[in-house]
């Protein structure tokens, strides 16, 4: 099993996506994390589950919510490059990848 890093952008967008169901409604942000969490389990038992994407990237798409974690397989490691969410700002993270 490959260790999970995130990179600093992606922790953001997770903790903007978690104030944001948060305000929505008190508790969702801490699932929006749970699912985030089993996610990331599967991607580190299974890094080549995930879809393939965009330039050496695989992103894996969260069951509750509308969001993806995007990623790239290192040597290893897994770096998580994006919390992105599936409709807003398509690609915006493409230059995180190294």
Same mark, same amino acid.
């Given at each position: 099993m490959k260790r999970i890093?995130? !990179?600093p952008a992606a922790e !953001? +967008?997770?903790? /903007?996506?978690? !104030?944001?169901? /948060? #305000? #929505?409604? *008190?508790?969702?942000g801490g699932n929006l994390i749970e699912s985030i969490e089993a996610a990331c389990e599967f991607i580190a +038992? @299974?890094?080549? *589950?995930g879809e393939p994407y965009h330039h &050496?990237?695989?992103r894996k798409r969260l069951l509750a919510y509308d969001y $993806?974690?995007?990623? +790239?397989?290192?040597r290893d490691?897994?770096?998580?490059v994006a919390?992105? @969410?599936e409709s807003r700002r398509p690609? $915006?993270?493409?230059? &995180?990848?190294?």
């Open positions: 890093i995130f !990179a !953001a +967008e997770l903790a /903007d996506a978690v !104030a944001f169901y /948060d #305000q #929505q409604r *008190a508790g969702v +038992e @299974h890094p080549l *589950a &050496r990237t695989r $993806y974690v995007i990623y +790239e397989i290192k490691i897994i770096r998580v919390i992105a @969410h690609n $915006y993270w493409r230059d &995180r990848v190294r």
